[in-house]
């Protein structure tokens, strides 16, 4: 079935460690999106992308990093700089260009920083 | 920027009620996404609906663009029902879906 695959679910990592959010999606879509979402909140944009090797940063991208060197990844990458890593990631994809397309989410990764 | 409003944020009934949910925002918009938001996390895509009317099932959205809100009805209830609702827009000339701050919708049995 085609779909957004996120990986792992779950994460738990010390402070100050780097840690990589995988996202892959199998539906030929051009656009990606990296969302946070904090307890009780609604979803904020750090990352997004429209075709390989362009990506943008969203309204909260300090201390976070991506790359799309294909089509179908659009990983995420926690760094130490971040101060509040501690969240729920989602990533997103889209066919037409960025937000213009019906927007297609993943199941998500919870990463706790400890 | 947008302004995306939801309300209530926060909604109990009990199991076969029927629920409306608003979503207001200040600009005029090209697209405009429903979300439900299950317990696990999932954001289910439920209507993409710049305009107009649209059924699903139980589930049924109307967005009227030119005055700047949509609502979300849910009829006969189900525990299943419960969870977070999302209203998504895109302004024109944005390339960003600005997220509202959602409804907790609870159903009891």
């Known amino acids: 079935d085609g779909g957004i695959t996120q990986s792992p679910k779950y994460l738990f990592r010390k402070e100050g460690q780097n840690v990589t959010l995988s996202c892959e999606q199998n539906?030929?879509?051009?656009?990606m999106y990296w969302y946070r979402q904090d307890p009780g909140q609604g979803l904020r944009l750090i990352y997004y992308?429209?075709?390989?090797?362009?990506?943008q940063k969203g309204d909260i991208a300090e201390g976070y990093s991506v790359s799309r060197e294909k089509k179908e990844s659009f990983p995420l990458t926690v760094t130490s700089a971040q101060k509040n890593p501690t969240a729920f990631y989602l990533c997103?994809?889209?066919?037409?260009?960025?937000?213009?397309?019906?927007?297609?989410f993943g199941e998500g990764s919870r990463l706790t920083v400890l | 920027g947008i302004q995306v409003e939801q309300s209530p944020p926060d909604l109990i009934l009990q199991e076969g009620a029927n629920s409306t949910l608003r979503c207001n925002f200040s600009?005029?918009?090209?697209?405009l996404q429903w979300f439900h938001q299950n317990p696990w996390g999932q954001l289910i895509n439920l209507f993409y609906?710049?305009?107009g009317t649209k059924q699903n099932g139980r589930l049924s959205a109307t967005t009227v663009a030119t005055e700047r809100y949509s609502l979300l009805y849910i009829s006969s209830s189900q525990t299943t029902d419960s969870g977070v609702y999302f209203c998504?827009?895109?302004?024109?000339?944005?390339?960003?879906?600005?997220f509202g701050q959602g409804t907790r919708l609870t159903i009891n049995p």
């Open positions: 997103a994809s889209s066919r037409q260009g960025p937000g213009a397309g019906e927007l297609f």
């Open positions: 998504a827009v895109l302004i024109q000339g944005a390339q960003k879906l600005v």
């Open positions: 992308s429209q075709i390989v090797n362009d990506f």
């Open positions: 600009d005029s918009v090209n697209n």
């Open positions: 539906l030929n879509h051009d656009a």
């Open positions: 609906i710049p305009s």
